[in-house]
């Protein structure tokens, strides 16, 4: 299960620009992983499931977040396309 974490944070990284080094590259990416397991991990202790469960839990929320704002920008501005 901990080796869902490192790749769900990889592919969730912007692509690096040229002004940023490689150790701030590094330290992000690890900053990501210890933020996703400390969500994941407090998700499972909470509701007592397993971490697997409680990693589909933490993506729907954040599917949910992301739909509500998709919504919510619409509805302000409905003209606008990205």
Do not use: W
């Not at 592919?11 to 002004?19: A, D, E, R």
């Amino acid at each position: 299960m901990e080796f869902i974490l490192p790749f769900m944070a990889f592919f969730s990284t912007p692509v690096p620009n040229c002004k940023r080094g490689g150790l701030g590259n590094i330290v992000s990416f690890f900053i990501r992983v210890v933020i996703y397991d400390i969500c994941v991990t407090s998700i499972s202790e909470i509701f007592g499931v397993s971490r697997m469960v409680a990693l589909f839990i933490f993506l729907g929320i954040l599917i949910a977040i992301s739909v509500g704002g998709y919504i919510l920008k619409q509805r302000m501005s409905p003209g606008v396309d990205d």
